[in-house]
C-alpha cells in the first residue's frame, strides 16, 4: 500500500522519497495504449543530454549504456503499470535491486487493488549528475542521471476509470543507473524536487 502511494506520487514510479502527483491531461479511454511485452529486445533511442562533467572516452560510454537503461526502464515502468500490474514479462531487463523491488511490489498492489495507471511516466531536460567507472572491482560502474517527469499527466486510478484532471506538475527525479554483469540497469529511483530544476 506503501509502495503504490509513492508510485502513485511518481506514476507508481519509485523509491525513496516520491511523493507528490498532480496530472493535468485525460485521455478518453479508460487503459491507455500497450507497450509491447518485448520491448526488452527493441533497439533504443539514447536520449540528448546536458552535462557539466568533462567526460572521458570511458565514461561517455558508462553514459550511453546507463541511458539507454534508462530509457527502457521508464517504457518498462508505462507498461507494467497501464497494465494494471499484470505485464510483468522481462520485468528485469532494465531494472536491479532497489528498483526492482519496487516496480515488482508496486505491479503486486495494483492488480490486488484493481488500479492502473493512466496517462504516462515521461522525461524531459535530462541531465547525468555523475559518473563512476570504478576500476576498482570492489565498486560497481554507475551512472546519475537527473531529469524532470510531467507528474501531472498520469495518475493510478481505478479500472475503467479515466483520467482525472489535474493541476500541471513536473518533478526533478534522479536514477541511479548500474553496471550488472556487462549491462547497465537501473539500480535505485528517487525524487530530487517537486519541481523542474
Known sequence: MIVVALFGALALVALAGCADSSPVAAPTSTLPEQVPSDAATAEVDIPEYETELDLTAEEEEAVDGALEAFVGYI???NRV?????????????????????????????????NKYMAGEYDFYDVRIHEVNT????????????????????????????????????????????????????????????????
Request: aromatic share 4%; net charge negative; charged share 30%.
Open 75 to 77: 517504457a518498462t515502468i
Open 81 to 113: 503499470f497501464s497494465s494494471g500490474g499484470k505485464d510483468t514479462k522481462n520485468i528485469d531487463a532494465f531494472a536491479s535491486e532497489k528498483s526492482l523491488r519496487a516496480l515488482q511490489e508496486s505491479a503486486d498492489d495494483l492488480t490486488r487493488e
Open 134 to 197: 570504478a576500476s576498482d572491482s570492489s565498486q560497481s560502474e554507475s551512472v546519475a542521471i537527473l531529469f524532470c517527469s510531467h507528474d501531472s499527466e498520469r495518475a493510478v486510478i481505478e479500472v475503467g476509470k479515466s483520467m482525472p484532471s489535474q493541476t500541471e506538475q513536473s518533478l526533478t527525479i534522479l536514477q541511479t543507473a548500474t553496471k550488472h554483469d556487462d549491462r547497465w540497469k537501473i539500480s535505485n529511483q528517487e525524487l530530487w524536487s517537486k519541481r523542474c530544476e
